[in-house]
């Protein structure tokens, strides 16, 4: 019989410090999941460099406490802090830090990475620590799988968790980074071209097979129209994927790496005969509610960020959904919360704001220790009207 196993490593008022998940598979596969939560590198100089050893040592902590290692990473998750509004300082901070990223990597770990990678410009408020110059979230996994190229091999069945993909194609020997004005038909580009005709030449229905979608809308170049092109994403992506709509969420972020480009999706695709799809059959901000994948007598439930202007009802109605897909709760089941807290242009008042929203999210979890976690000061989360949003994942016994 199947059995999960959560330990929560050095529990805080707000997150664990790694969350790691022993799955043992109906087959008797075994299956260790380890989940640091987001880390900076702040206990060194206020430099690219010195902050990305920083966060590479921290993190490589995080995974020690599960017994993994940076080898066993499969997504890698960049946030920066946007320096300024203007593209050409936005380029260097981002040259600076992929200048540093591999070489340090390789050097810092003694191996080379196996995991894919997504990267943003959040928000100039960055995150909880003002110091930051960007914060990093890492995903891994070791016993029977094989990982590499953004693909995660089960015995029965496949993870694909590719990189996030922008417009930026080759044609010929020239880069493409724009498609000009249209946003629909940028996003409507990177489904069809970047993702789903890929996916079809390996089998892979992406339409059907999509459980999770993150989609970033840049809008530093053109703030007054941030809503609108929220608005114009969510209507193609409604539009493609239909009555299979995957869980997942949308927001605006200062600049994706393609600073030419203002959308960039990342989804997570199962394919196989040893995983099963289910649907909450309930719509919110145009995705599903949440969305499981039952594998091996294990569910997984991958809940769509929860809008709204009070931590602890955010996640009580994660909570809800949770125990929809058939867990027993989210301080049960709860694996790794990802929380917005929504910026504007006032520092003062955005801190003020997290001084608000953490104490709620703590009061959700007195007497229990609370789930691995990110916190990033984004530009909105899911509708405009919202103030914070936590999104989430959880796993538990299929049938519990």
């Known amino acids: 019989m199947a059995e999960v196993h959560i330990v929560r490593h050095k529990p ?3 997150f664990c410090s790694t969350c790691e998940v022993v799955l043992v598979h109906d087959d008797h596969h075994i299956v ?3 989940e640091p939560s987001g880390n900076v590198g702040t206990q060194y100089p206020n430099d690219v460099g010195s902050e990305w050893f920083g966060t590479i040592e921290n993190l490589m902590a995080g995974l020690a406490l599960g017994k993994a290692s940076w080898s066993d990473v499969y ?4 946030l920066w802090t946007t320096p300024s509004a203007d593209r050409d300082e936005c380029d260097r901070r981002k040259n600076d830090f992929n200048a540093v990223y591999g070489a340090m990597l390789s050097q810092v770990t003694g191996g080379p990475s196996r995991s894919n990678r997504m990267a943003r410009f959040t928000h100039q408020e960055g995150f909880p620590d003002p110091a930051a110059l960007f914060e990093v979230q890492i995903k891994a996994i070791s016993g029977d799988v094989e990982i590499g190229g953004g693909d995660i091999r089960h015995a029965l069945w496949v993870d694909h968790q590719p990189s ?4 930026m194609h080759k044609k010929g020997e020239e880069t493409i980074t724009s498609l000009g004005p249209d946003v629909a038909a940028e996003m409507e580009f990177v489904l069809e071209t970047q993702y789903a005709e890929k996916f079809a030449a390996q089998g892979v229905d992406f339409r059907k097979q999509t459980v999770f979608m993150e989609i970033l809308v840049a809008v530093d170049d053109s703030p007054e129209q941030t809503w609108e092109r929220i608005d114009t994403v969510r209507k193609v992506f409604e539009d493609y994927f239909g009555d299979e709509r ?25 394919s196989g005969d040893g995983v099963d799809i289910k649907r909450s059959g309930e719509l919110a901000d145009g995705f599903s509610t949440w969305t499981s994948i039952r594998y091996g007598g294990i569910t997984e439930a991958m809940v769509s960020a929860v809008g709204g202007d009070d ?9 809800a959904r949770v125990r929809q897909a058939g867990g027993q709760g989210l301080k049960e089941d709860g694996v790794f919360n990802n929380a917005y807290v929504v910026a504007g242009g006032d520092s003062e008042a955005n801190r003020a704001s997290l001084g608000v929203f953490n104490p709620s999210f703590s009061k959700y979890y007195e007497g229990w220790v609370p789930a691995a976690r990110t916190a990033q000061y984004v530009g909105g989360i899911q509708q405009s ?16």
């Open 12 to 14: 805080g008022a707000v």
């Open 32 to 34: 260790r999941l380890v």
């Open 75 to 78: 997504k890698t998750d960049v």
């Open 164 to 167: 996030g993909a922008s417009v």
């Open 246 to 270: 995957p869980a997942g969420l949308i927001y605006p972020v200062s600049r994706i790496p393609n600073l030419d480009g203002v959308v960039e999706p990342q989804p997570r695709v199962v």
């Open 311 to 319: 931590a602890a009802a955010i996640l009580g109605t994660v909570d």
């Open 385 to 400: 009207e919202h103030r914070y949003g936590v999104s989430n994942r959880s796993i538990f016994i299929a049938g519990a």
